[in-house]
């Protein structure tokens, strides 16, 4: 496998949990009613992404294969607690 090859399977591993992590930062504030400050909506979604990537990698770990949908689901469930926990405000 050469170079381009590597790039092009690695952009196609990690774009849903890039896609997820920015779809999260961007319209869960809207939804959610909360507000994040100002200029934070980057950081979050890079944190959302990695997250998301970390859950995607523990899966294909776990199940030896990618695309399964139970890593989807991780993936899913990892981006939305990691947004919730930092939307929540404080002292409640």
Known sequence: ???L???NHLLNFVAPALFVG???????PVVLGVR???GS?????????LVGCCA???GLWFFGNDGKMGT????LLA??????????????
């Open 1 to 3: 496998m050469g170079p």
């Open 5 to 7: 090859d590597f790039a």
């Open 22 to 28: 920015f779809f999260l930062a961007l319209t869960a």
């Open 36 to 38: 994040a400050k100002p």
């Open 41 to 49: 909506w980057l950081g979050l979604a890079i944190l959302n992404s």
């Open 56 to 58: 995607l990698a523990a």
């Open 72 to 75: 989807y689901a991780g993936m």
């Open 79 to 92: 981006c939305s607690l990691s947004q919730l926990a930092f939307l929540r405000p404080a002292g409640k």
